[in-house]
């Protein structure tokens, strides 16, 4: 299948363009909304434009937001991550757009707009979802194992019924980690099961951490969430001990 993102080819560093004026967080000027349409962009404290920054592609919970719980806010939420290590992007789909588009086309459209006007190292592209965000970016993933660097998962299990290895060599290849709360992984202990099960026979990695408590985006768990990438990106083994498929 061919690559639906950028060539790196296509990004040498002198050819860049300048990086858009962004502030740390959602909010963002006119010149930088107009390219970014209705996606929401979040840019590090002491951004570095000659740095090619990792990039994080936040898919949120699609249920309903219950009482006394806050909608997913890419700012708040990559104040918990961390201020300076990484970009962010979350994909909108806007009303305006062909109702056609999916998420997948939404996701390659972040990062291409993304990647056109800030500097993001190709190979360090992070798929983050919370709760059915999280089975999202499992899928997108599996699907497209060679475009991303690793796929992260809050809360969202993984779809056992999808066929998603299809490319085993390649997903071997791609490291996934799985956050998840105590009370889930005793509600749906049979499919948990399941998930080891199949990670194990096919080979892949599959790292799973379980949390007391019942909020997916806590402080420990986007801690752990910034640790995990940066123990991707600069090669060194998880600093948090895992529960692991492979």
């Not at 919970?61 to 009482?67: G, W």
């Not at 190979?123 to 497209?144: E, K, P, T």
């Not at 690793?150 to 490291?175: K, T």
Request: net charge positive; aromatic share 6%.
């Amino acid at each position: 299948m061919s690559s639906r993102l950028p060539k790196p080819s296509m990004r040498s560093g002198s050819g860049r363009r300048g990086s858009a004026s962004v502030a740390a967080g959602p909010r963002l000027d006119s010149a930088a909304s107009a390219w970014l349409g209705d996606d929401r962009l979040f840019t590090p404290l002491g951004h570095e434009p000659g740095y090619d920054y990792p990039l994080l592609v936040w898919l949120p919970d699609t249920a309903p937001v219950s009482a006394g719980k806050k909608s997913f806010e890419i700012g708040r939420v990559m104040k918990r991550v961390s201020l300076r290590n990484f970009v962010a992007v979350e994909p909108v789909i806007a009303a305006a757009e062909s109702p056609a588009m999916g998420l997948d086309e939404a996701v390659w459209r972040s990062i291409e707009r993304v990647r056109d006007r800030i500097a993001i190292h190709s190979q360090r592209i992070f798929l983050v979802g919370q709760g059915r965000g999280g089975s999202d970016a499992f899928r997108i993933a599996c699907r497209h194992p060679r475009e991303f660097a690793g796929v992260i998962s809050l809360g969202g299990p993984f779809p056992l019924e999808e066929s998603l290895f299809s490319q085993l060599a390649a997903v071997r290849r791609l490291p996934m980690l799985y956050c998840c709360q105590r009370s889930s992984v005793l509600e749906r202990a049979s499919h948990t099961d399941r998930t080891l099960r199949l990670f194990h026979a096919a080979g892949a990695a599959l790292a799973m951490r379980i949390y007391p408590g019942k909020n997916d985006l806590s402080k420990s768990v986007l801690a752990d969430v910034n640790r995990w990438v940066m123990d991707e990106v600069c090669g060194m083994p998880a600093a948090v001990h895992s529960l692991s498929a492979s």
